[in-house]
């Protein structure tokens, strides 16, 4: 049996899900129950596009050399 964790959608494959999901509300067709369905569901996947957002935020880092030795900067500080 194979205990492994299910592998994570594409950022973009969620990110599509999501405006999709915007979509369905901003038309106004939906009835109540589905439409709180929906909000829900794009509501989590808001929160998890975030988090990744995070992550990669943190990834994002610029080695310099300094003095000889390799040190990081945040990514915002590399375009200084």
Same mark, same amino acid.
């Given at each position: 049996?194979?205990?492994?964790?299910?592998?994570?959608?594409?950022? @973009?494959? /969620? &990110? !599509?899900?999501? +405006?999709?999901? *915007?979509?369905?509300?901003?038309?106004?067709?939906?009835?109540? @129950?589905? /439409? &709180? !369905?929906?909000? +829900?569901?794009? *509501?989590?996947?808001a929160k998890e596009l975030s988090r990744q957002l995070e992550e990669a935020k943190r990834?994002? +880092?610029?080695?310099?050399?300094?003095?000889?030795?390799?040190?990081?900067?945040?990514?915002?500080?590399?375009?200084?």
């Amino acid at each position: 049996m194979n205990n492994k964790t299910p592998k994570k959608e594409p950022f @973009e494959t /969620s &990110l !599509e899900k999501l +405006e999709e999901i *915007v979509r369905q509300l901003e038309c106004g067709e939906k009835g109540l @129950e589905q /439409s &709180l !369905e929906l909000f +829900e569901k794009g *509501v989590v996947l808001a929160k998890e596009l975030s988090r990744q957002l995070e992550e990669a935020k943190r990834k994002v +880092e610029v080695l310099s050399k300094e003095n000889g030795k390799l040190s990081r900067k945040a990514f915002e500080e590399a375009g200084d």
